[in-house]
């Protein structure tokens, strides 16, 4: 794990030694959060590890993170989040814009240009949801999904952080197929409240099986 730097702000000094008093240059508090008093620390260029009962379920590495320990909140700019299953072994990596940690309950959000990229699958939102209790991958806002060749596009979706089971959580579902990869896109389900047939990830109003 990277080492922390504290950023601090340094008082201008003045100095005589039979001279005229010259000034040291004063360090600029860190920037914080929009609503936000200053930061109480600021790591650059910093990792976070994730953990449930010892076990190590994700990590995060981000250009900066900023703690404010009273709103017991931890955010980070330009975030990489590695996922990671019990034994071990990294399963998928998302990437954003920045990201929130919550440190009580270690639920993470991620926001702005989201991508997480399994083995077989790739999500892509603009705010998801990371709760490492229940190793899960929420979103309520608009989600493309690629699979194996197939683009899916709908209202939120709900993902193990292997992205082996995806679901379409609302809103109607549009498979795109690749022409030279004809392949039903396994694993992701479509549903649409209302009565709405799924088919392969598309949800059809109306249709008949």
Aim: contains cysteine; hydrophobic residues 35%.
């Amino acid at each position: 794990m990277r080492s922390l730097r504290f950023v601090a702000v340094v008082p201008a000094l003045v100095f005589a030694c039979g001279q005229d008093a010259t000034p040291v240059r004063t360090v600029e508090p860190p920037t914080g959060r929009p609503g936000l008093p200053t930061p109480d620390q600021v790591v650059e260029d910093g990792t976070h590890v994730i953990t449930v009962e010892g076990v190590k379920k994700a990590e995060i590495v981000a250009e900066r993170l900023l703690f404010y320990n009273g709103e017991g909140r931890v955010y980070g700019d330009t975030i990489q989040v590695r996922f990671f299953d019990d034994a071990g072994a990294p399963t998928s990596t998302l990437t954003a814009r920045s990201g929130e940690l919550e440190q009580a309950t270690q639920e993470m959000i991620a926001r702005e240009n989201v991508v997480v990229r399994g083995r077989d699958a790739i999500i892509r939102t603009e705010e998801l949801h990371y709760d490492p209790t229940s190793d899960r991958l929420t979103s309520e806002g608009r989600t493309e999904i690629d699979q194996r060749g197939n683009v899916i596009r709908g209202q939120g979706v709900v993902s193990d952080t292997a992205l082996r089971d995806i679901r379409i959580t609302g809103g109607s579902a549009v498979l795109r197929s690749d022409p030279e990869r004809q392949e039903r896109p396994a694993g992701v389900t479509a549903t649409r409240a209302g009565g709405a047939n799924v088919v392969f990830g598309v949800a059809t109003a109306g249709a008949r099986s």
